[in-house]
């Protein structure tokens, strides 16, 4: 049934993504009744505009985010989806807003991720509503968030106005269902370092980094010195790179010298498998404590931080469960005049409270002068293995693909599926693709795209019994 519905709507499906991903809902600047810019909006607009050429109830809530139903039901199934995506990448191979259609698949920003999940959970609705399957008690209702990818506030709006549905699923993950979320904590760390014009090496600047992108993979520092520590500042970084096995460029002009060290990106979830190059930059400056200024600086990142990656020089002894281990990366740096900030994403095991795991933090920093200026968290989350909506919502993943292998598993990444209570993470990327980079060339398969559709279909009814 489903698959023949599919079929014959086939080349409406796929001109649906297509127009989609030719809007560029990438956040922007604040517009009257348009808080994420025109892009955002006229993203939101176009799928309230499907739902209502489909009779479905939709509702806008001042361009802040939407929502469109169907059903007449008091009890709510809900999908949770967002309509914005990222700022592309340069290195972009294709027009990350044409949707071009290439040897079956479809290319563009969000194709496999964002706007492919978000017309096929549309599309999924469609059926069921035209095949008169969804019960009298029960409605879908699908919730449309606009700034995913900016700090995920836009559904708050949407919580002042409405419940949270009594069940559901946001297409934020991977395969074939997500059932807990580490705990993520997000600090800023500040420290005023003044600079001592009398030291013998002065520290202009450092950057690297930029919060949200991982383990960071470049960091610049510029330094100001007299020929003859130039020429040392050139054999120890030498000696540095060769040792640790880094690669690095190096530019001398008059006093300045100017360093970028390079490590290897990593997701910061995963920070041992990359080497991050803020956190070597930092342990090269230590060679020079003696003649370099802003050495307490220098000091405190090599005993509270230093290259480790767990938490260790915090005393965060926190034993992993099946979601993962303690983390602790540094993602951005700024050093300049005014002084020092740091970023750090910090992700931590479901078994442990957001409030036990902020402690033992701030215990590591109590006696510090690099001090913990804001905080921003998000609550682990977790369902059973054996809970309705995990055992339903595998169900139906594995009646249309036939994958018994895969399991449900834990993911330390932060999922939309965070912003609303009773909502699990469910697609949208099969297992197969996980490992994928789809920065600079993401894509969709057709055949994938009608997947999408029927997994998403038969979820529904699977949480509507």
């Known amino acids: 049934m489903f698959e023949d519905y599919i079929n014959s709507n086939g080349d409406k499906i796929v001109n649906d993504l297509i127009e989609l991903i030719n809007i560029k809902t990438v956040n922007d600047m604040k517009k009257p009744n348009m808080p994420y810019g025109e892009g955002v909006y006229k993203g939101l607009k176009y799928i309230l505009d499907k739902g209502n050429s489909w009779k479905f ?6 361009g802040h985010c939407g929502h469109i139903e169907a059903g007449n039901g008091e009890y709510t199934i809900g999908i949770l989806c967002n309509v914005d995506v ?12 044409l949707g071009e259609v290439n040897d079956g698949k479809i290319y563009g920003l969000g194709a496999r991720t964002t706007k492919g999940s978000l017309i096929a959970c549309l599309y999924a609705m469609k059926i ?27 559904i708050n709006y949407y919580k002042e106005y409405e419940d949270a549905p009594e069940i559901g699923f946001s297409p934020d993950g991977v395969f074939p269902v997500i059932y807990g979320e580490k705990g993520i904590i997000d600090l800023t760390l500040k420290m005023r370092v003044p600079c001592d014009y009398e030291a013998p090496i002065n520290i202009v600047e450092i950057s690297g ?42 530019i001398t002009q008059n006093k300045l010298v100017w360093i970028e060290l390079q490590g290897k990106s990593a997701r910061s979830c995963n920070p041992e498998e990359g080497v991050n190059a803020i956190s070597y930059g930092m342990k090269f400056l230590g060679r020079f404590e003696e003649v370099m200024d802003r050495k307490a600086l ?23 469960d099946e ?35 902020l402690e033992q933090v701030k215990d590591g920093f109590k006696y510090t002068n690099l001090k913990i200026d804001s905080i921003d968290h998000a609550r682990p989350i977790t369902f059973s293995k054996d809970s309705f909506v995990v055992k339903k919502l595998l169900k139906a993943y594995r009646d249309v693909t036939g994958d018994k292998e895969s399991e449900p598993y834990t993911m330390a990444e932060k999922s939309f ?11 949208p990327v099969f297992p197969t693709e996980a490992k994928e980079e789809l920065s600079s060339k993401e894509y969709i398969s057709i055949e994938n795209l009608f997947k999408l559709v029927e997994i998403y279909a038969r979820g529904l009814i699977e949480l509507m019994k």
């Open 128 to 154: 069921l509503n035209d095949e008169g399957l969804i019960p009298e008690d029960k409605k879908i209702r699908l919730l449309l968030g606009c700034d995913k990818h900016k700090d995920g506030k836009s």
């Open 323 to 357: 979601s993962g281990e303690f983390t602790f990366n540094v993602e951005e740096i700024k050093v300049d005049s005014e002084g020092a900030t740091i970023m750090v994403n910090i992700t931590h095991p479901i078994a442990y409270l957001y409030t036990e795991v």
């Open 209 to 250: 980094g930029k919060k949200g992108q991982g383990v960071p993979d470049k960091v610049n520092m510029i330094l100001s010195c007299e020929e003859i520590f130039k020429i040392k500042i050139e054999e120890e970084l030498k000696a540095f790179a060769q040792e640790e096995g880094l690669e690095y460029k190096i």
């Open 298 to 320: 220098i000091d405190e990142y090599e005993k509270l931080i230093s290259t480790t990656y767990h938490g260790e020089r915090i005393n965060c002894n926190f034993k992993g």
């Open 86 to 97: 990222p700022e592309p990448v340069k290195q972009w191979t294709k027009n990350p807003f």
């Open 417 to 427: 599926a965070r912003a609303i209570s009773n909502t699990i993470a469910f697609g």
């Open 57 to 62: 109830k939709t509702q806008n809530y001042l």
